[in-house]
């Protein structure tokens, strides 16, 4: 069983870490359940393991907090859903790459029930739209925008930190880094594409979404949606 908890308000980032560290310990010592933690952050940047200092642009501007998830400089701010996973992923196979394609599965099928299509690239991380209202790529391409972060860390075969959506933030707010060390794609969110979408309808998104990707097969192999 996965616990679900959603705190309102603005949380601290480095309580919420502590805490999902405490929970994951006690998942890994078989003391608590799986747990799926929603929140906001105040504005604040976080570096990842794989974060390059030169794409922190403005270093001054928000709280700056070093982290161990995976993946570069990204943003949290008021409007983004930050979704923490405290997951057993010995117990769902034991496949960190297909794990990760399950939460960006799981980001892509949240979207979906917008009617927005969600896709991802190789080479980048995150969940990407295409803007073809924007003028195209040098390629000739279309446009793609960000809409979606994804970074985790695995502690005893349990994951903590997540994935976060854009549902109304600042995109302002993005300029002071090059979220996740990529320049040429810009940062969109589910209201900037014209959806009047609140919190709650991606909450509700997520809960809706989760078993459908988030499905262990019998004998434990990780599994994606067909």
Not at 76 to 88: D, K
Not at 89 to 109: M, P, T
Request: hydrophobic share 40%; with cysteine.
């Amino acid at each position: 069983m996965v616990e679900w908890i959603t705190t309102d308000g603005l949380t601290d980032y480095r309580e919420a870490e502590a805490w999902m560290e405490a929970r994951a310990n006690a998942i890994a010592a078989g003391e608590a359940e799986e747990c799926i933690w929603l929140v906001e952050h105040p504005p604040l940047y976080t570096a990842g393991t794989s974060a390059k200092i030169e794409d922190l642009t403005d270093p001054d501007r928000f709280a700056v907090y070093e982290t161990k998830r995976g993946g570069q400089y990204t943003y949290h701010g008021p409007g983004q859903r930050v979704a923490y996973v405290m997951l057993n992923v010995a117990a769902r196979g034991r496949d960190v790459r297909c794990f990760v394609r399950q939460l960006e599965s799981w980001v892509i099928a949240t979207l979906d029930q917008f009617n927005l299509r969600g896709e991802i690239r190789d080479g980048r991380v995150g969940v990407w739209v295409e803007r073809p209202e924007k003028p195209p790529q040098p390629d000739g391409t279309p446009a793609e925008d960000k809409i979606a972060a994804i970074g985790i860390r695995l502690r005893k075969w349990v994951s903590f930190h997540g994935i976060s959506i854009n549902v109304e933030p600042d995109l302002e707010h993005f300029t002071g880094i090059v979220p996740c060390g990529i320049t040429q794609h810009g940062v969109t969110s589910l209201v900037d594409m014209g959806l009047p979408v609140t919190m709650d309808d991606v909450d509700v998104a997520l809960r809706g979404t989760f078993d459908q990707v988030f499905d262990a097969q019998p004998d434990g192999a990780c599994a994606l949606p067909s």
